[in-house]
């Protein structure tokens, strides 16, 4: 790792009992670029993305760094309370942070994640901003859009859906788009068949029984579960021999609850299947003959309509953001129905259901289509060249990148002798210089990151209240040079008072 040029990524969340597909899609994005930089991931506890990240070779940062939700859905006083984030001692540390570490750039993961990109410009660390969300379109989202704009060198797009708020100079100027991908070594593909018979069996779905499923990190309103629900009414009544599987963890308990109880009502409840959450997403996809995405929000993209296709399954979905994207281009867009149009979203699970020839058909030439233009190998030829920009943009030694593209290749994490995880790579520290004692580079250490702190700080607060704050900064830098002086007097008559008893000492002994 001594050869690469440090870099640190910012997760926004880091779940204990899931994980989402936006820690996903970081984890998978820091993997691939471990190839080329030394990566630090700093998340704000403990969970199943931090977990894997160690599996995979990554150093882990815990810090706890407030989120700032009104980016997503902004308001009038977004810049005001923005300021007053920046006073925090969650702040403060995480800049002391980066002072000291001073990272080639680092990459900030949502847009929710504020902080570290403002921290990193006070610093003059470059700043690539990943955006998979599309922000909520009003009347403030020039302000949301204006502080992503300031506060970043490089912004990463998911889709185009989540580059659409941005103006079209910001989109030439700065914006890459770069679609997610899958891991091949996960995707399990030798064992599809017999995962596909298991998993029915643990479901006690039989072969000739339609499967399909609905699946989310996390359940509320926005995913469209109650909408999935109904459709399944609709469905049951056309192939009474259907059924349904959900998988996900409920995010709002009483929408959840709600849901099922509709499930009790329809008289349904030996045809659904509810799983909090799925260790083995493999066999889960395997197991569904279709899968139904009904998101009633502008999704970023759609990972996982993604992960469907690339199962092999065919994908009905509501006509919303980065699924329109995705399904279109992957030549499945009479797969999508207008949204909240259930009766429209029951009518293509029937015509799959009722001709399953031709769904196995529509499965297969989308996980073609998906592969091509969203697989590793896409990805990954991507990811080359924004490698190699960044390198020559940012870092001042430029580590040895990979050359043609068949070169690149996964490397397997190292594993640890006992725990069987991998050991997190060192980060490169400076050397003390030759003749320095140990003591006096630590001190010289401490003042600099102190002096970088302070100047941070100053900048901040002068860029906040100017006249009562750099008043309050000047009296402070006055009575500190007071003080010094004061020592120093101190100092001086302590010496001539120690040297006049030497000197009266010497002449009683001659």
């Given amino acids: 790792m001594a050869d690469k040029a440090t870099i640190v990524l910012f997760s926004h969340v880091s779940n204990t009992h899931s994980i989402t597909g936006a820690e996903k899609l970081l984890l998978f994005f820091g993997r691939e670029l471990s190839l080329y930089f030394n990566c630090i991931l700093v998340a704000p506890q403990e969970g199943k993305l931090t977990r894997q990240a160690r599996k995979f070779g990554l150093n882990i940062q815990l810090m706890s760094i407030p989120l700032v939700y009104g980016i997503y859905t902004p308001y009038a006083g977004l810049e005001a309370d923005v300021r007053k984030f920046q006073e925090s001692k969650e702040y403060y540390e995480l800049t002391d942070w980066l002072a000291a570490l001073r990272p080639a750039f680092i990459i900030t993961s949502t847009c929710v994640h504020l902080l570290p990109a403002i921290a990193a410009k006070l610093l003059h660390i470059p700043v690539v901003w990943k955006i998979s969300e599309t922000i909520t379109e009003n009347e403030y989202t020039s302000i949301s859009v204006d502080l992503i704009h300031r506060n970043s060198d490089e912004i990463l797009a998911i889709s185009q859906t989540a580059a659409a708020c941005f103006p079209e100079y910001i989109r030439e100027s700065k914006i890459t788009q770069i679609p997610p991908s899958w891991n091949d070594q996960e995707m399990m593909v030798e064992a599809w068949s017999k995962l596909r018979g298991e998993r029915r069996r643990e479901l006690k779905v039989r072969p000739e029984e339609p499967l399909i499923g609905y699946i989310s990190s996390f359940i509320n309103k926005e995913k469209g579960l109650e909408h999935f629900v109904k459709m399944a009414v609709f469905v049951s009544a056309v192939h009474p021999k259907s059924k349904f599987l959900v998988i996900g963890t409920p995010g709002d308990k009483s929408y959840y609850e709600r849901c099922v109880r509709k499930v009790k009502l329809e008289g349904l409840t030996s045809r659904f299947k509810f799983i909090g959450y799925e260790e083995c997403l493999p066999a889960a996809y395997c197991a569904m003959d279709v899968l139904v995405v009904p998101s009633l929000i502008r999704e970023g993209f759609g990972m996982t309509a993604m992960e469907g296709m690339s199962f092999g399954k065919p994908v009905v979905a509501y006509d919303s953001g980065g699924l329109h994207e995705i399904l279109h281009t992957v030549g499945c867009g009479d797969y999508l129905v207008p949204t909240?149009?259930?009766?429209?979203?029951?009518?293509?699970?029937?015509?799959?259901?009722?001709?399953?020839?031709?769904?196995?058909?529509?499965?297969?030439?989308?996980?073609?289509?998906?592969?091509l233009i969203y697989g590793p190998a896409a990805y990954r030829a991507r990811l080359l060249g924004l490698a190699e920009r960044w390198s020559l943009r940012y870092c001042t030694a430029l580590p040895q990148l990979a050359g043609p593209l068949a070169a690149v290749a996964v490397p397997e994490p190292p594993v640890g002798e006992a725990t069987g995880e991998s050991k997190p790579a060192a980060v490169a520290v400076p050397q003390p210089r030759k003749g320095s004692s140990p003591r006096a580079v630590r001190l010289r250490r401490g003042k600099l990151r102190r002096g970088r702190l302070r100047r941070a700080k100053s900048r901040a607060r002068r860029g906040e209240r100017p006249g009562a704050l750099r008043r309050a900064a000047r009296r402070r830098r006055r009575a500190v040079a007071a003080r010094r002086r004061g020592t120093a007097g101190g100092k001086r008559a302590r010496g001539g008072v120690r040297r006049g008893r030497r000197t009266r000492s010497r002449r009683k002994v001659a």
Avoid: F
């Avoid at 909240?340 to 029937?350: D, G, H, K, P, T």
């Avoid at 058909?361 to 989308?366: H, M, S």
């Fill in 340 to 371: 909240e149009n259930i009766e429209m979203l029951a009518e293509r699970v029937n015509s799959l259901l009722a001709a399953p020839g031709l769904a196995a058909t529509i499965g297969a030439q989308a996980r073609e289509y998906v592969n």
